[in-house]
């Protein structure tokens, strides 16, 4: 066992490799923790006492162990509905995503398509300048599709990112010689596009599916400018309204006692509800691993 050790790649490298490594190793583990570390403590602050959370004992373990913030957040039973809502805006929006993203960032990798130049660099321009906010609210105000799912749907169809990204894919994994082929066999571009490209494109599909699903998820700001019925809204803004609502309560109370133990309650109810509104995206990420990494590398790297 010492032996195999001693003859690892570890020992076989110089010594400038080896110091390498392990900056790399610690860079690594650094990285880690500030990532998921803030996201352990906010699923363990969510089942500990307030107490032990306002005095710093709550690091690695839960402590003093309770649930009122997970009663406080689902007894309200806006709560389903919200997720109802999300999932439907979710699902339909990264539909109407790929099916739109995809067939445009093929046709733009093609270099027999005209204009395709002039309209890249047009759709790159997006990326930098818009109109804002307000005259985005005017066209979907004129469009009347205020208090409509679409009004979160079809300003964010294309991401220029994204397209980008599913662009040099498209360049750099399909060869020109599969098209050829299938000319020659008689098919068209559309037979081309279903036929081969989208079999081909697994992986690059499934990345813009939690791309896309992820952005619809996470999105409260669109609803609250645009949802006005409290049954159209989305998890993201009943969380946030069921917060404010413990918040404002806790503050509103007369009794010192009853306000500080609203306050923790309040407390609780937040990071119960972070933890909530990750839950659906930490149980898809796995799904989709195996094609993330080769995804965007093949689509960002190259092209």
């Known amino acids: 066992m010492i032996t195999k050790f001693k003859n690892s790649n570890f020992y076989q490298q110089s010594m400038e490799e080896k ?21 352990y403590f906010c699923l363990i602050a969510s089942f500990s006492s307030p107490n032990e959370i306002y005095n710093g004992n709550v690091i690695l373990m839960p402590k003093g162990i309770t649930f009122e913030g997970y009663l406080g957040i689902f007894k309200n039973k806006e709560i389903w509905l919200g997720y109802k809502n999300s999932i439907l805006y979710t699902v339909t929006g ?6 739109v993203t995809i067939p445009l960032a093929f046709t ?11 309209i890249m660099k047009l759709l790159v321009f997006t990326m930098y300048f818009s109109g804002g906010m307000i005259p985005l609210y005017f066209v979907i105000n004129k469009l009347g599709l205020i208090n409509s799912m679409w009004a979160l749907i079809l300003p964010s169809m294309v991401a220029t990112y994204n397209m980008i990204i599913a662009r040099a894919f498209f360049i750099s994994s399909i060869p020109n010689e599969l098209s050829e ?3 020659i066999d008689g098919g068209g571009y559309l037979r081309f596009f279903f036929a081969i490209v989208l079999p081909l494109s697994k992986s690059l599909i499934s990345v813009m599916v939690l791309f ?5 998820w996470n999105d409260y700001f669109n609803a609250l400018m645009y949802i006005r019925d409290a049954d159209k809204a989305p998890l993201q803004l009943i969380l946030r309204q069921i917060l404010v609502q413990s918040q404002s309560a806790a503050s509103d109370s007369t009794d010192v006692v009853a306000m ?4 923790k309650i309040a407390e609780l109810i937040k990071y119960g509800a972070i933890i909530i509104s990750s839950v659906p995206m930490l149980i898809a990420y796995p799904f989709v691993q ?9 689509g960002a790297v190259k092209g």
């Open 19 to 39: 110091i390498f490594d392990i900056i790399k190793g610690f860079m690594i583990a650094v990285i880690i923790v500030l990532v998921v570390y803030p996201l």
């Open 94 to 99: 990264t539909l109407c995503n790929i099916a």
């Open 108 to 118: 733009l990798s093609r270099k027999e398509f005209p204009f395709s130049g002039l």
């Open 181 to 183: 082929a299938t000319f």
């Open 212 to 216: 896309y699903a992820s952005i619809h």
């Open 260 to 263: 500080l133990e609203k306050q």
């Open 290 to 298: 195996k094609y993330f990494v080769k995804g965007v590398m093949v």
